[in-house]
């Protein structure tokens, strides 16, 4: 089984008033220490029930993606209005004694699980992620790719062979090749004068690739057919490939290394549980198969077409 972490909502919205009932406030996650009471100031009440900017911290986390576009004094505005929405219809559900039902203990068991998982989950992933095993990452996987050779090519492309040839005629002529590319490349990146950027054999079809890397810098291809098109390339540099910068990709090692010690950590009680799965046939793999993750992006900085397929 495949560890998924989904960044999902639980439980139906309610069509409030507020500006902001589009989000619902379910699960959220709150990692640290307490704030203190004078961090913590009481923003509003509601029939005596306090709304304090811890609330308001929770609410903005849950509810982030339907405020991005909203000014900071808008933002306050609705996330207080939702709160206090959200006391009131809390009240009015405690009256009709919504919590006794069955289904809502299945929820708020469920609920609770959940913030269980995360709140440990993140503990986890958060004391993984020290500056020692970020750099060990991105000096195992700088290694893999420092020395691979890529090129910096452009490329006419057109439908026909014959267009090609006609391509072809014009710049032996003297025409120039970005030029040209912007006026009969049908390609996306006409614009750009058929600019492809760097990239590296696997990240173009084979017989695309093969040619630019045959090629040295400052000449033009012949007519090459791939499956989209025809093509004439012209390759302006070839270097052996660079990592990048650790600052550049330190986001996607951190969430790298978060999210393979959360992983590691459940394989592990996975390892050591006794799992029964009462919907499958005895002794299956399926329950107690190790978590997956992804390996970081090495870090590619060309276009992609024409990208492998």
């Not at 704030?35 to 929770?58: C, F, T, Y």
């Not at 959200?86 to 913030?115: C, N, P, Q, T, W």
């Not at 490939?241 to 330190?250: E, G, L, S, T």
């Amino acid at each position: 089984m495949t560890i998924s972490f989904l960044e999902t909502k639980t439980g139906p919205c309610l069509g409030l008033a507020s500006a902001v009932a589009a989000g619902c406030l379910a699960v959220a996650l709150l990692v640290g220490s307490p704030a203190r009471a004078d961090d913590n100031p009481v923003l509003a009440k509601v029939n005596g029930s306090e709304i304090r900017q811890s609330d308001m911290n929770l609410a903005e986390e849950e509810l982030g993606p339907t405020l991005d576009k909203m000014d900071p004094a808008t933002k306050k505005e609705n996330l207080l209005a939702f709160l206090i929405d959200m006391k009131l219809v809390d009240k009015a559900a405690e009256d009709k004694k919504i919590g006794d039902s069955d289904e809502f203990k299945k929820r708020l068991a469920f609920a609770r699980d959940r913030l269980m998982m995360d709140t440990l989950l993140a503990n986890e992933g958060k004391a993984a992620t020290t500056d020692e095993a970020m750099k060990k990452v991105y000096d195992d996987a700088a290694k893999q790719i420092t020395g691979e050779q890529e090129v910096h090519a452009r490329h006419i492309l057109v439908a026909t062979e014959d267009e090609a040839k006609e391509v072809e005629k014009e710049l032996k002529a003297g025409a120039d090749f970005a030029e040209l590319a912007k006026k009969k490349s049908k390609d996306p990146g006409a614009s750009d004068g058929g600019d492809l950027g760097f990239f590296t054999k696997d990240q173009m079809v084979p017989e695309f690739s093969a040619v630019a890397f045959s090629l040295q810098p400052g000449q033009i291809s012949d007519p090459v057919k791939t499956q989209f098109g025809w093509h004439i390339i012209k390759v302006e540099e070839k270097r052996n490939r660079k990592a990048p910068d650790f600052d550049q990709v330190k986001g996607q090692i951190e969430t790298y290394v978060t999210r393979k010690a959360q992983a590691d950590y459940v394989t592990k009680l996975r390892e050591n549980a006794k799992i029964e799965r009462m919907d499958q046939a005895a002794n299956t793999p399926a329950a107690n198969a190790p978590a997956a993750t992804p390996a970081p992006d090495a870090g590619k900085d060309s276009k992609t077409a024409p990208a492998k397929k």
